[in-house]
């Protein structure tokens, strides 16, 4: 055989086995329909494996039986033979053969189970004069299969890329940017709208909350010891009693007596009848 017609053979293999296989999305339902056909006669058994996995069995006599990880979610119809698992997974992919009446029919189904590709989130780095930057399309792709990079620039057309796109400070660096992510059985986009090469503001939204907070707290403890000075007469920390405690709020009490401040002796004002001229002498020293 020729050199030339053993790569044929080969690339003609590949190629039938490529088409073969049938991708679906993870969540999907599987539905394998055989050949009816191909078998003669009325139907009386129906077996289904994967590999050599029993995954669906019915039979006149033993009815129908479900295997493994397939129970509660897969159906056979055994008219037809057709075989449908639902909410598919990653662990359901494989080669899946059929019986009819014991027979194995030639057809194989071989099913490739893949995720669908995430919502992508773009992020980005820049150089340090801020001339060049990079954008980065990312998102978990495991068990996505194949997965392709799409970018495209304000309303222009996707063009397929690498998840890194580099974006160099034009005029028009205010343009959004869209990544798409796809694969055989899904796509997704996520868009960037920042401004990639404003210069850099000290006063972010984040910062003047959180000064706006800071303000806030600030006036609300001077009105309380404003207030609290206007009810009281006195201010809090003068007080023994503490804000949650009644006494804190009442007003204190008048009339308390003078004190020296020099040597601490607590004194008050005589009478002018009680003055130093006025003193009666006892009753038993008058002459």
Request: glycine share 8%; proline share 3%.
């Amino acid at each position: 055989m020729s050199i030339t017609l053993l790569t044929f053979l080969l690339l003609e293999a590949i190629v039938c086995s490529v088409l073969g296989q049938q991708l679906y999305k993870a969540g999907d339902s599987l539905v394998l329909t055989p050949n009816k056909a191909d078998v003669p006669g009325k139907i009386t058994a129906v077996l289904w494996r994967i590999g050599n996995d029993k995954v669906a069995e019915w039979d006149m006599d033993f009815k129908l039986d479900i295997y493994g990880n397939y129970k509660d979610r897969t159906d056979l119809n055994q008219t037809t033979g057709v075989l449908t698992i639902n909410d598919s997974s990653i662990q359901d992919s494989g080669v899946y053969s059929v019986e009819f009446n014991s027979k194995v029919l030639e057809k194989k189904f071989t099913l490739s189970v893949i995720k669908a590709v995430p919502n992508p989130q773009i992020t980005y780095s820049c150089n340090s004069d801020k001339t060049l930057c990079t954008l980065i399309c990312g998102g978990d792709t495991t068990d996505a299969g194949t997965v392709t990079y799409h970018w495209k620039k304000g309303e222009d057309a996707f063009k397929q890329s690498d998840k890194q796109l580099n974006v160099t400070k034009t005029d028009d660096s205010k343009t959004n940017y869209t990544c798409q992510l796809k694969n055989a059985v899904s796509s997704a986009t996520g868009v960037f709208d920042e401004d990639l090469f404003s210069p850099d503001v000290w006063l972010t939204n984040a910062r003047l909350l959180g000064f706006s907070v800071f303000f806030v707290a600030i006036v609300i403890v001077v009105l309380f010891t404003v207030v609290h000075r206007a009810i009281t007469g006195v201010w809090f920390y003068q007080k023994e009693s503490m804000p949650w405690e009644g006494d804190f709020w009442k007003r204190e009490r008048e009339g308390v007596p003078n004190t020296d401040g020099l040597n601490g002796v607590s004194y008050s004002a005589c009478s002018a009848d009680n003055g130093p001229d006025n003193i009666e002498e006892p009753e038993g020293t008058k002459g």
